[in-house]
């Protein structure tokens, strides 16, 4: 079956460690996007990558950083530079364009103490 | 500024009751897309509409937009408790390749 996983389902770290997330997707789409979830929030997008080795920031790019070394994988770096990191992680991913749905993976929670 | 609102922001229904909420932009819309979330799952693409005055229908699930393209309803018949969740509208807008979402609706159903 084709779709999107994200490791792990829930993550623990320590404040001032660097901590990557996952995501791998084997829908063969172009696009891929990061998503951050805080209550009473909504989604927030922090990076998106149209196309393998090229990404742009989102609106809540700072303190987070991507790569796109491969179509089916998009991982996410969230460095000690981030303030408030606690929070809950989706990925998509979607055919190039807008008007393409965009398919979510199950997210990761993260929680930095 | 927030470009897409939800409202209601939560609402509880008893099973088997009519539900409607609502999504509006501050700007046109080229397409809106309706998820539905679990609580610390990931979304779930439920319809998506692109024309102005567009209905679409899955189940017991109908989903509108107004002929301007600024705002969207999506109404549920006879709703039942695994309606319930969080349905969150996302938006495309022209010359911009990305999705704003809404805050979302959080619905309880109450058997």
């Known amino acids: 079956d084709g779709g999107i996983t994200q490791s792990p389902k829930y993550l623990f770290r320590k404040e001032g460690q660097n901590v990557t997330l996952s995501c791998e997707q084997n829908?063969?789409?172009?696009?891929m996007y990061w998503y951050r979830q805080d209550p009473g929030q909504g989604l927030r997008l922090i990076y998106y990558?149209?196309?393998?080795?090229?990404?742009q920031k989102g609106d809540i790019a700072e303190g987070y950083s991507v790569s796109r070394e491969k179509k089916e994988s998009f991982p996410l770096t969230v460095t000690s530079a981030q303030k408030n990191p606690t929070a809950f992680y989706l990925c998509?991913?979607?055919?190039?364009?807008?008007?393409?749905?965009?398919?979510f993976g199950p997210g990761t929670r993260l929680t930095v103490t | 500024s927030q470009e897409l609102e939800q409202s209601p922001q939560s609402l509880i229904v008893q099973e088997g009751k009519n539900l409607t909420i609502n999504c509006t932009s501050s700007?046109?819309?080229?397409?809106l897309y309706w998820y539905k979330q679990k609580y610390g799952e990931g979304l779930i693409f439920l319809m998506m509409?692109?024309?102005?005055?567009e209905e679409k229908s899955h189940e017991k699930i109908t989903a509108k937009l107004d002929e301007k393209k600024q705002q969207s309803s999506l109404h549920i018949t006879a709703s039942q408790p695994s309606h319930a969740g969080i349905y969150l509208c996302?938006?495309?807008?022209?010359?911009?390749?990305?999705?704003?979402f809404g805050k979302g609706n959080q619905v309880v159903v109450i058997p």
């Open positions: 509409l692109q024309k102005g005055g």
């Open positions: 998509a991913s979607s055919r190039r364009g807008d008007s393409y749905e965009q398919y």
């Open positions: 829908l063969n789409h172009d696009a």
């Open positions: 700007k046109t819309l080229y397409g």
């Open positions: 996302g938006a495309a807008y022209y010359g911009n390749n990305r999705l704003a």
């Open positions: 990558s149209q196309i393998v080795n090229d990404f």
